[in-house]
């Protein structure tokens, strides 16, 4: 496997319970490539991703994840592949009682770091990526739900992730927060981290030019078109 692959799918099959979802996915993601998840509600782009995260075990197949090994991924190494991928989704919302530092420093300190000065540097440093840093003390409900989004980005940045995994992240935005959104990922993208984003906003795909993988009829397509 080429040494700037981060995710390297062969001939996956994705199953939910006893249902194949999708059939002998093969799908390479290199370093810091921009990548547009699509397909219609049901065709498998969450159970895609769970694969990459390690939340649905590969049956047939292979499968390499930031190094990992997601054949042999064991229930104990888990937690060490989520910490070389960001994960940005929906429903994944901020702790609504802890200000945006603590909201921060609670992921770190639940991913090892103990040294107080590093704790306030890194949380500063994804704060300052995501243009938030005059934000730090406030609490989730006093700033807005773009805000909140670009926190929740500098929340998976914190461990520099290989990847980041972002699950309709411009879901409950409007159109111009979205584009904001889209461009903050693809500005990290630029910087080295693969992003892939699954949507249905079309606007957004066209406004930002990618490569486009579809989940349709239980298969991948590679360099998928919108019409
Ligand atoms: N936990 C589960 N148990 C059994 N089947 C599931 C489970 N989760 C999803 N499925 C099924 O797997 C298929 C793919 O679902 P998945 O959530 O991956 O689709 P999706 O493309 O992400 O849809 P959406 O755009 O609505 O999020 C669907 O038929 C769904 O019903």
Redesign the pocket.
Known sequence: MAENIVINLQKVDVF??K?L?LSNVNLDIAKGEFVFLI??????????L?IIYGDLHIGNGNGAVAGFDLKNLAEKDVPYLRRKLGIVFQDFQLLSDRTIEQNLEFVLKATGWDDKNLINERIKDVLEKVGLRSKIKKMPHEISGGEQQRVVIARALLNNPEIILA??PTGNLDPETSEEIVLLLKQISQSGTAVLM?T?DYHIIRTFPSRIIK?EGGVVHEDAQIT
Do not use: I, R
């Open positions: 939910q319970q249902h979802v397909g219609q509600t049901g065709s498998g782009k969450s159970s895609l769970k699950d309709e699954a249905h989940c």
